[in-house]
């Protein structure tokens, strides 16, 4: 399992949002796509923020729909992100989004999002393992 890293598990055209994107259409592509969150990212595509499915909601009950219309992702967004780098092995994957309780997670490589780790993805690739171990 060692040998199994972010980046051959990551999604390499993921999602993202700029700040300036509006809270309503991000989230709309979220649901779209089945993600619970994605990167916000600057127009160099280096990682600034998250936002996730739990972002939106905060802010759709604690100011009402109304006020959530106007605003941007910068608004919503987190900005102490958790990341994993393109090394990361699948037991340290695992293990972060054990620590973080994340869904997912952004793969950086020189502070650029190059991808997106899923925990479901992590999940499937170490029940192949498993399969693998049992059936070799």
Request: aromatic residues 4%; charged residues 25%.
């Amino acid at each position: 399992m060692q040998t199994i890293t972010a980046e051959t598990i990551m999604d390499r055209s993921p999602l993202s949002f700029r700040p300036e994107s509006g809270v309503i259409v991000a989230l709309r592509q979220l649901l779209t796509a089945s993600m619970s969150g994605a990167p916000v990212v600057d127009a160099d595509n280096n990682l600034i923020g998250f936002l996730s499915e739990a972002d939106c909601m905060r802010g759709a009950l604690m100011g009402g729909y109304f006020s959530t219309i106007g605003e941007l992702v910068r608004d919503r967004m987190t900005t102490e992100v958790e990341s994993i780098g393109v090394n990361t092995n699948l037991v340290d994957v695992a293990d972060k989004f054990l620590q973080q309780n994340r869904r997912v997670l952004p793969v950086v490589e020189v502070g650029k999002v190059v991808g997106l780790v899923q925990r479901r993805c992590v999940l499937e690739k170490l029940l192949d393992q498993i399969d693998n171990k049992c059936s070799g």
